[in-house]
């Protein structure tokens, strides 16, 4: 199947930590990414990982990808009231003519 | 600046009639991409376009139609034969490399008076 699934809701206190979690079913999958949508806008490109790497840093955010498991997750350290916002991780395949498959997006909302 | 605009930002339509929204990029991007979005839900792909004056159908095309005459414009016509057309379209685009990031428009919703 095509399905990329991720869980629906994220509550975490500011300051913490928040993990927001992927799955994806296809093992050709070249790049995966993560956007970040504010309500009534666009998405906005947050990070991506290429399918043989198995962690990105970039400042707040870390990737990591278990390609075993076809899982990625995206931690957000010292979480803001600004990261608020729904988070989608989508992948690309070799066989798709430059196609994304998205998940249906975690809303993550961040308490003061 | 370099982007891509969306408009308009928000869009009524009558029963029967067709709209068109616009999407413009100056990326110099030669793929462009149409999505639908429904509340809850992640997104679904309409149309697409890897160059000028060529597109495919997405997995939900039935009820829209594009046009890609231009390298910057790929417009959305969203038809009477769309019998829920009710939702916020994003349209991206992208480089045609390896990466195939996509960078999105800031979104068109579609409301039906």
């Known amino acids: 199947g095509e399905d990329v699934e991720q869980s629906l809701f994220l509550s975490v206190r500011e300051g913490d930590s928040s993990v927001i979690n992927c799955t994806y079913t296809?093992?050709?999958?070249?790049?995966l990414y993560w956007y970040k949508q504010e309500p009534g806008a666009g998405l906005q490109l947050l990070t991506y990982?290429?399918?043989?790497?198995d962690m990105k840093q970039d400042q707040r955010l870390t990737v990591l990808l278990n390609k075993k498991d076809k899982h990625l997750s995206l931690r957000i350290a010292d979480t803001q009231t600004g990261d608020s916002a729904i988070y989608f991780c989508a992948e690309s395949r070799m066989d798709s003519s430059y196609k994304l498959i998205f998940g249906s997006g975690t809303r993550l909302l961040v308490r003061p | 600046d370099g982007g891509i605009t969306q408009s308009p930002k928000y869009l009524f339509r009558k029963e029967g009639q067709n709209v068109t929204l616009s999407c413009e990029q100056n990326?110099?991007?030669?793929?462009m991409y149409w999505y639908r979005q429904d509340p809850g839900q992640g997104l679904r792909l309409i149309y697409y376009s890897q160059i000028v004056n060529d597109f495919q159908k997405g997995d939900i095309a039935e009820g829209y139609s594009v046009s890609r005459e231009k390298k910057e414009s790929f417009p959305l016509t969203v038809t009477s034969a769309q019998k829920n057309p009710t939702a916020f379209y994003l349209c991206?685009?992208?480089?045609?490399?390896?990466?195939?990031?996509?960078?999105f428009g800031p979104g068109t919703r579609l409301l039906v008076l």
């Open positions: 990982i290429f399918s043989n790497m």
């Open positions: 990326l110099n991007h030669d793929a």
């Open positions: 991206a685009s992208s480089a045609r490399t390896e990466k195939e990031t996509q960078y």
């Open positions: 296809d093992s050709s999958s070249t790049y």
